[in-house]
């Protein structure tokens, strides 16, 4: 449900930087647009981990470590969608009634979200279950492949917001005002989701055409294999849009390097650091005494 309603919200956050009455927004209203942008930027990309740790790290298989991965990860992530979420809520009441109204609405949501999805925290069961590090269910071929296919629905949504934000703005007016190599990393960037959302579907055409509807370990690597590659597409798709709203927001300078960063900052986290915890958990299990 997280991962839903941040993509849903990063869609129409690409899509405000390029609406006519962006221009007529004051320096303060801007800040915020901008704000709530790499909040929900960072919310996805950080929920992103959990499918790439699971296809990478696990290879498809449930464990304790795994399981405190992503709980730890969803502590985490729902601060920054709480920040984007009250930023967003601050900025359209401080078009409809003014900056009072709107500090007051971006703090009241900033404060319910913290309390109904941090208050929880506060309670906690005395009894603290302890699972070995390394403990492993069996996971069935049949679990596996609902876990797998249940990531690819995950992922496709963002793809989805992204590609229709990217599709829209090519008839807006603000986009015609933009230099032609910003357009082109537009088109490069639209080609690199919509090339994610075809691989995304991929497993379930593959699911019914060639294993007509059997679970099968070869349709397993299959769909992880799409998923990774469709993490890998996303990278440059959701970096490549950042640079054209920088560039739109009039930070033409610092679009560029920050949009690079955020690129080898996704690939690191998605793939770099996946496959070293990887390397390192085989070699730990090497060393064990049989």
Same mark, same amino acid.
């Given at each position: 449900?997280?991962?839903?309603?941040?993509?849903?919200?990063?869609?129409?956050?690409?899509?405000?930087? #390029?609406?006519?009455?962006?221009?007529?927004?004051?320096?303060?209203?801007?800040?915020?647009?901008?704000?709530?942008?790499?909040?929900?930027?960072?919310?996805?990309?950080?929920?992103?981990?959990?499918?790439?740790?699971?296809?990478?790290?696990?290879?498809?298989?449930?464990?304790?470590?795994?399981?405190?991965?992503?709980?730890?990860?969803?502590?985490?992530?729902?601060?920054?969608?709480?920040?984007?979420?009250?930023?967003?809520?601050?900025?359209?009441?401080?078009?409809?009634?003014?900056?009072?109204?709107?500090?007051?609405?971006? $703090?009241?949501?900033?404060?319910?979200?913290?309390?109904?999805?941090?208050?929880?925290?506060?309670?906690?069961?005395?009894?603290?279950?302890?699972?070995?590090?390394?403990?492993?269910?069996?996971?069935?071929?049949?679990?596996?492949?609902?876990?797998?296919? $249940?990531?690819?629905?995950?992922?496709?949504?963002?793809?989805?917001?992204?590609?229709? =934000?990217?599709?829209?703005?090519?008839?807006?007016?603000? #986009?015609?005002?933009?230099?032609?190599?910003?357009?082109?990393?537009?088109?490069?960037?639209?080609?690199?989701?919509?090339?994610?959302?075809?691989?995304?579907?991929?497993?379930?055409?593959?699911?019914?055409?060639?294993?007509?509807?059997?679970? $099968?370990?070869? =349709?397993?690597?299959?769909?992880?294999?799409?998923?990774?590659?469709?993490?890998?597409?996303?990278?440059?798709?959701?970096?490549?849009?950042?640079?054209?709203?920088?560039?739109?927001?009039?930070?033409?300078?610092?679009?560029?390097?920050?949009?690079?960063?955020?690129?080898?900052?996704?690939?690191?986290?998605?793939?770099?650091?996946?496959?070293?915890?990887?390397?390192?958990?085989? $070699?730990?299990?090497?060393?064990?005494?049989?």
């Amino acid at each position: 449900m997280l991962v839903l309603g941040a993509q849903v919200l990063l869609g129409f956050q690409y899509r405000a930087f #390029f609406e006519q009455a962006y221009d007529k927004l004051g320096s303060n209203e801007r800040a915020l647009q901008l704000a709530a942008l790499f909040a929900l930027l960072i919310t996805i990309s950080s929920l992103f981990l959990i499918a790439s740790r699971h296809r990478i790290v696990e290879k498809g298989r449930d464990t304790a470590r795994f399981h405190r991965f992503a709980m730890m990860l969803m502590r985490f992530v729902l601060f920054p969608f709480a920040i984007g979420l009250s930023f967003e809520l601050a900025a359209a009441a401080y078009r409809i009634g003014g900056a009072c109204v709107g500090a007051a609405s971006g $703090t009241l949501t900033l404060i319910a979200a913290f309390g109904f999805w941090y208050g929880p925290f506060a309670v906690r069961d005395r009894q603290q279950h302890q699972e070995p590090e390394d403990a492993m269910e069996e996971t069935s071929l049949e679990q596996r492949t609902v876990e797998v296919l $249940t990531e690819a629905r995950v992922l496709l949504p963002g793809a989805q917001a992204l590609l229709g =934000f990217q599709l829209a703005i090519v008839l807006m007016e603000a #986009f015609e005002r933009l230099p032609e190599p910003v357009k082109i990393v537009h088109l490069v960037s639209l080609g690199f989701v919509a090339l994610a959302t075809i691989v995304l579907m991929a497993p379930a055409a593959y699911h019914r055409i060639v294993e007509r509807g059997r679970d $099968t370990e070869r =349709f397993h690597d299959f769909a992880s294999r799409m998923l990774l590659a469709a993490l890998a597409l996303l990278g440059p798709g959701f970096c490549g849009d950042l640079y054209v709203v920088l560039y739109r927001a009039g930070y033409p300078g610092a679009a560029l390097p920050i949009a690079a960063v955020a690129l080898l900052v996704l690939y690191g986290a998605w793939f770099g650091a996946m496959f070293w915890l990887r390397r390192r958990r085989t $070699t730990r299990l090497q060393m064990k005494p049989a």
